[in-house]
């Protein structure tokens, strides 16, 4: 995080949550935490119903049944980019939006690159933490790289041919 700023819904806003790395010891007290998912699997019951706590996904944390159907009801969901070559967290992303109908705001946390973040938006990406030293001006015009596309995504369920 740098200068407590992220990108959401297409603009720069202030960042209000704040992510709990995973050998924190115990559960930190705070609102707008954002734990990861074997934190919250382990506390499920003293989180849940809380609209201040979201979690984080590692790439290897696909979403599945009973989980996915208890995460979908949080207001934030973060998937993490370990590497920038790893993109298993576009397709967490796409399972969320599309198969499990989340609609909360989906942020990509970790190795997230301004090059990769229109790639991100038609995955189902909302938000976006960038790492530091990221020009966020510059990262936030890269929404907009491209004015069309012909395949179907979450933000276009329509491929170009059925369009026109």
Same mark, same amino acid.
């Given at each position: 995080?740098?200068?407590?700023?992220?990108?959401?819904?297409?603009?720069?806003?202030?960042?209000?949550?704040?992510?709990?790395?995973?050998?924190?010891?115990?559960?930190?007290?705070?609102?707008?935490?954002?734990?990861?998912?074997?934190?919250?699997?382990?506390?499920?019951?003293?989180?849940?119903?809380?609209?201040?706590?979201?979690?984080?996904?590692?790439?290897?944390?696909?979403?599945?049944?009973?989980?996915?159907?208890?995460?979908?009801?949080?207001?934030?969901?973060?998937?993490?980019?370990?590497?920038?070559?790893?993109?298993?967290?576009?397709?967490?992303?796409?399972?969320?939006?599309?198969?499990?109908?989340?609609?909360?705001?989906?942020?990509?946390?970790?190795?997230?690159?301004?090059?990769?973040?229109?790639?991100?938006?038609?995955?189902?990406?909302?938000?976006? +933490?960038?790492?530091?030293?990221? +020009?966020?001006?510059?990262?936030?015009?890269?929404?907009?790289?491209?004015?069309?596309?012909?395949?179907?995504?979450? +933000?276009?369920?329509?491929?170009?041919?059925?369009?026109?």
């Amino acid at each position: 995080m740098h200068e407590q700023c992220v990108i959401k819904d297409g603009e720069l806003v202030s960042n209000k949550w704040h992510t709990v790395p995973k050998e924190a010891p115990g559960i930190p007290d705070g609102e707008f935490l954002i734990f990861p998912l074997a934190v919250w699997l382990a506390n499920q019951e003293n989180l849940c119903g809380r609209n201040n706590i979201g979690v984080w996904l590692d790439s290897e944390d696909m979403p599945t049944g009973d989980i996915a159907s208890a995460l979908i009801k949080l207001p934030l969901l973060a998937v993490n980019f370990p590497v920038f070559t790893d993109g298993r967290g576009f397709s967490i992303a796409r399972l969320l939006r599309e198969r499990f109908n989340y609609k909360g705001e989906l942020r990509a946390i970790g190795y997230v690159l301004r090059d990769q973040l229109c790639f991100m938006k038609r995955c189902g990406f909302n938000s976006f +933490d960038l790492r530091e030293n990221t +020009d966020l001006k510059a990262a936030l015009e890269s929404l907009n790289d491209f004015t069309e596309y012909y395949q179907t995504s979450t +933000d276009q369920p329509q491929p170009l041919f059925r369009r026109n």
